[in-house]
């Protein structure tokens, strides 16, 4: 639960709100703005604060190098039903000019804040500048809530702040599946890098009835347990950690699937001697690509319509269209379990987008890291910083 104030806690009406929100979004080839599902998920907020009444300044970063945040302000106009001006540098007299002049009602969106390094390197007088801007401070961007920047942590010092709606969604729907779960709750846990993802896995363990790994990961699971992956992407040095997973769940009664079959191929870019293998079958030449069909059926064995999934990382190289059907297969299963699902992790979460399934899970998560953050027990240093809720 977030257990930090909201839009809806204070009093907004003829003031001006600045609002850390969320407009790093895909671009496309022509310059244009893709997909648009952040945008959506912004708005609630937006809307809130403009029907009690405030007056807007947006504020949001765009993590491609020197990416205008311009075109994404007629996109927020058009969502909105309203103008939207924009201040193309988030500093200088021209943006001050600019914030005085708003009226109830008004929303002026500010350049991109990481043209100036001062953003991510948390700069005080930085943060000192944008917080001039507003009388309140809404952070609404769920995705950077795990970065220590001046718009995230460094305001905060400086104005009353509170959450915004999409911030609340995104902390209690991940909170709630893991503290009061509909049971049974299984985790899928895949992706590239045992390291990263152990902090995930272990805190999981303590909350899930079962774990499901694949994924690069697995290959690493496989190989502490003296099985052959050939020239598999493996981190060997996590050998102990892997068999400590496997000891803590099995002293815990928790069910631990590893693949029991895989894709390998002798060359991943060129394709060649693609296959489905059983995981004590690999080669020494072989390269494990994805799960197999077997390892897919062990969580369609499972999963309960009662229950709770949740996934993150791919079960494979799911960006290549040949190593992606147990990624897929894992997305399907899901989905026709009928059961509670939430989903983490910015390549899943693309993967999903990319196959047209986003809709048809219970929770995609915004936020890559954050969401990382939060499914491994840890709290947002950019929630911290909120005023806590008064009981
Ligand atoms: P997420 O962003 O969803 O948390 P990760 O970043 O942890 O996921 O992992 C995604 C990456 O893992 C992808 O680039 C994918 O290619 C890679 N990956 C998954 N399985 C394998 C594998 N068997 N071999 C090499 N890379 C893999
Ligand atoms: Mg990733």
Not at 32 to 38: A, E, L, P, T
Not at 214 to 219: C, D, F, L, Q, S
Request: charged share 20%.
């Amino acid at each position: 639960m977030l257990h930090k104030q909201t839009v809806k806690d204070i009093n907004v009406t003829g003031k001006t709100v600045l609002v850390r929100t969320m407009l790093n979004v895909p671009i496309d080839d022509d310059g244009s703005v893709g997909d648009k599902k952040r945008l959506e998920s912004a708005v609630p907020t937006l809307q809130y604060l403009l029907e009690q009444g405030a007056a807007l300044v947006l504020m949001s970063h765009h993590s491609h190098e020197g990416q205008s945040l311009a075109v994404v302000a007629p996109v927020i106009a058009e969502l909105l039903g309203c103008d939207v001006a924009f201040a193309d540098d988030c500093l200088g007299e021209a943006t001050t000019a600019k914030v005085q002049a708003l009226r109830p009602g008004q929303v002026l969106m500010l350049e991109n804040l990481r043209f100036h390094p001062e953003e991510e390197a948390n700069d005080e007088a930085f943060a000192k500048q944008l917080a001039s801007y507003g009388e309140l401070y809404v952070n609404d961007d769920f995705t950077t809530c795990h970065r220590e920047h001046a718009s995230m942590v460094g305001v905060p010092k400086f104005l009353p702040a509170v959450a915004g709606l999409s911030v609340e969604t995104e902390v209690n729907t991940i909170t709630a599946a893991l503290d009061n779960p509909k049971r049974p709750l299984i985790a899928v846990s895949g992706g590239a890098k045992i390291s990263t993802k152990v902090p995930i896995i272990s805190f999981l363990l303590q909350k899930v009835d079962a774990l499901m790994i694949g994924g690069a990961m697995a290959n690493t699971f496989l190989a502490a347990e003296g099985l052959q992956v050939g020239k598999s992407l493996i981190e060997d040095d996590e050998f102990e950690i892997a068999r400590n997973v496997m000891d803590t769940a099995k002293a815990n009664n928790k069910t631990v699937l590893l693949p029991v079959d895989v894709v390998v191929t002798s060359d991943i870019d060129a394709h060649q001697n693609v296959r489905v293998v059983a995981t004590n079958e690999v080669g020494e030449d072989d390269i494990i690509v994805d799960i197999g069909p077997a390892s897919v059926g062990q969580l369609k064995q499972i999963v309960d319509p009662k229950g709770t999934v949740i996934w993150n990382g791919p079960m494979g190289i799911a960006e290549d269209e040949v190593y992606d059907d147990g990624t897929l297969g894992v997305a399907q299963v899901i989905i026709e379990s009928g059961a509670y699902s939430i989903v983490g992790g910015g390549d899943t979460a693309d993967f999903i987008d990319g196959a047209g399934l986003a809709d048809k899970f219970g929770f995609v998560s915004n936020g890559g890291g954050a969401s990382l953050e939060l499914m491994s027990g840890n709290t947002l240093p950019a929630i911290d910083v909120l005023l806590d809720k008064t009981s």
